[in-house]
């Protein structure tokens, strides 16, 4: 029996709206100049009232389950890494039902945009222990459901969309490092909070009943801290893993902003060839972003059997971490 943990395919799936930068001008005192500049984004996918991030999930599960050459029914637990599920008891149910992996046992993970990262380490725990053969890691988001579409510092950066990778069980372990953070001192920097309104049951008891406030963000601060924190992680990461930065064929960042994957860069000494970005087309995607770029550059022929990929989540809680791994 193997021990160690392969990644055999990939998918994802957008809205077929786009919201440009132009759109935004219109809606709010910016520019197309003042976003790409600041942020290098042009484009963010938005889901429309019909759209559901259970079925674009599903679409992108779908899309990584073909490329890995197995049925829906060799899937033995899905992980949905999720910040706006559609049921606030969870989608990852759902979405075994949407698929047809009836064999499948399914649950939510949430850790915003450090979310895929963490449910590709947890999936590699599942299947290392000998618990379980085939693992189905999804991240997605719809975070349009919950921007302030009035305030021009953060109704710019997100997107929604899904991507998906099946975890196999493998003899040649391909996961060569990771490590997980967490700082919740600065749990403040980037929030989307509960926000309910009294209600008075009794006399003398009082309840809670609501909605969840807008996504609000100290942009300052996330910038510092994943210029900070994500070279640090990714260097630990190497160090664990025996390798340089002349080993990594490709850096795989959230795709939060352009700025930073370009500093994250630098200070890791990696060439901004190497960066794999596609947030000029879908923003920030939270979740859905490391997947959705991986799923493009396979599928594109950049990335190929056997590459070194070093990547990286950052993002609310606050939460990081990095994982270096080969493709295939």
């Known amino acids: 029996m193997g021990a160690g943990i392969a990644i055999i395919g990939c998918g994802s799936a957008v809205p077929e709206a786009v ?3 132009d759109h935004l001008a219109q809606m709010v005192d910016t520019s197309d100049e003042w976003i790409v500049t600041r942020t290098g984004m042009r484009n963010r996918h938005i889901a429309s009232p019909t759209e559901s991030l259970s079925q674009l999930s599903a679409i992108a599960a779908k899309s990584a389950i073909a490329m890995a050459g197995i049925s829906p029914t060799e899937i033995d637990l899905i992980i949905l890494a999720t910040s706006t599920p559609d049921d606030m008891f969870g989608s990852a149910c759902k979405i075994q039902g949407l698929i047809g992996a009836t064999n499948a046992v399914a649950f939510d993970l949430t850790a915003a945009c450090s979310g895929f990262l963490f ?3 947890t999936a590699s725990q599942f299947i290392r222990t000998g618990v379980h053969k085939n693992i189905l890691i999804i991240g997605a988001d719809v975070l349009s459901r919950w921007v302030d579409w009035t305030d021009r510092t953060s109704c710019i950066l997100f997107g929604d969309g899904a991507g998906a990778a099946v975890c196999q069980r ?3 372990d391909r996961l060569l490092s990771f490590g997980m953070y967490s700082n919740g001192i600065q749990n403040d920097s980037l929030n989307l909070n509960y926000g309910g309104d ?4 009794t006399e003398d008891i009082t309840a809670q009943y609501g909605t969840f406030n807008p996504i609000t963000m100290n942009g300052k601060e996330v910038y510092r801290f994943a210029v900070a924190k994500v070279p640090e992680a990714i260097s630990k990461a190497m160090f664990q893993a025996n390798l340089t930065a002349d080993d990594i064929d490709w850096l795989l960042l959230h795709q939060a902003n352009q700025r930073i994957m370009d500093a994250v860069a630098k200070r890791l000494k990696i060439p901004q060839s190497k960066i794999l970005s596609n947030i000029e087309e879908y923003g920030n995607t939270s979740a859905a972003s490391i997947p959705l770029a991986l799923d493009a550059a396979v599928r594109d022929g ?4 056997g590459d070194i990929i070093a990547a990286s989540g950052f993002g609310a809680g606050l939460t990081w971490g990095s994982a270096i791994f080969k493709w295939g």
């Open 170 to 172: 493998v003899d040649d």
């Open 198 to 201: 009294r209600k008075l049951l």
């Open 119 to 121: 449910a590709l380490i």
């Open 302 to 305: 950049r990335v190929k059997p």
């Open 19 to 21: 919201l440009t930068n």
